[in-house]
């Protein structure tokens, strides 16, 4: 089983910065994949950023050059941190973490934390 815990999030002035971490406990040597999605009231659920493998890294356009994700790890746990600047209120949203595991080619089971708000205001 993996267990996800994140941390961060709050309120915070446009053109600020916030710092999201993730850890990913459990059986975490076999997830492949951590990132990051957001969902804004009334929207759906999409991508922020994800790191596959521990090199290959995707953005969303809409936050390429403003927000860093990476990874660390230690012998408990592995930590997904998101690091978001020059936030825009429309960046105003629930962060969910991601992890999953890569199953005969299929991203597989997967798990999501329970989510983190972060509010822009203008």
């Known amino acids: 089983q993996v267990q996800l815990m994140e941390s961060g999030g709050g309120l915070v002035q446009a053109g600020g910065s916030l710092r999201l971490s993730c850890a990913v406990s459990?059986?975490?040597?076999?997830?492949?994949?951590m990132g990051w999605f957001r969902q804004a009231p009334g929207k759906q659920r999409e991508l922020v950023g994800m790191?596959?493998?521990?090199?290959?890294?995707?953005?969303a356009d809409s936050v390429k050059g403003r927000f860093t994700i990476s990874i660390s790890r230690d012998n408990a746990k592995n930590t997904v941190t998101l690091q978001m600047s020059s936030l825009k209120p429309e960046d105003t949203a629930v962060y969910y973490c991601?992890?999953?595991?890569?199953?005969?080619?299929?991203?597989?089971?997967?798990?999501w934390g329970q989510g983190t708000q972060v509010t822009v205001s203008a």
């Open positions: 459990g059986s975490f040597f076999s997830i492949s994949r």
């Open positions: 991601y992890a999953a595991q890569q199953t005969s080619g299929t991203w597989r089971p997967d798990y």
């Open positions: 790191i596959t493998d521990g090199v290959a890294i995707e953005y």
